[in-house]
C-alpha cells in the first residue's frame, strides 16, 4: 500500500482540498509554492499513463476544477502542472500556482509551513 493509498483510507491525515468518489486533491506538504496541491486517483496506480483513458479524462476534469480553486485564492499567471512520478509510487498530478517558469522548478527548497497555516490554506482553497 502506497504512502497516498494510506491517506485515502484515512490511515496518514492529510490537507485535504476537494474530494470525489474517484480522487482526492489535498496540499503538498513539501510545496514549491503556496497553494501546491497534489491531485490523485483513489485507485493505485504507479504510472500516470498506465490509467485507464477514461479514469484519466476524469482526473483531468477533476485537476481543472482544483485549478480553479486555486486561481481563486492565489492570484496567479497560471496554475502549473507537472507529472513526474518518481516520488511515490501512486500516480499523481503537481497543481502549482506560477507566475513564472521557476515558480515550478523542483529542484529548489520548499517552502515550509506551520500545521495552522496548511489548514488555512486547505480550507481556503477547498471554500473558493
Do not use: W
Amino acid at each position: 500500500m502506497t504512502l497516498f493509498s494510506k491517506i485515502v483510507s484515512g490511515e496518514i491525515p492529510c490537507y485535504k482540498v476537494l474530494e470525489s468518489d474517484k480522487f482526492l486533491a489535498f496540499l503538498d506538504i513539501m510545496p514549491l509554492q503556496k497553494g501546491h496541491v497534489l491531485v490523485i486517483p483513489k485507485l493505485e496506480v504507479d504510472y500516470f499513463f498506465d490509467i485507464e483513458d477514461d479514469l484519466l479524462g476524469e482526473m483531468m476534469v477533476f485537476a481543472k476544477k482544483v485549478s480553479n480553486k486555486i486561481k481563486k485564492v492565489f492570484p496567479c499567471n497560471r496554475v502549473g502542472v507537472s507529472v513526474i512520478g518518481l516520488e511515490v509510487p501512486h500516480a499523481h498530478i503537481h497543481l502549482v500556482p506560477i507566475n513564472n517558469i521557476d515558480d515550478i522548478n523542483f529542484s529548489k527548497e520548499k517552502l515550509k509551513f506551520t500545521s495552522s497555516e496548511m489548514s488555512e490554506i486547505a480550507l481556503k482553497i477547498s471554500q473558493a
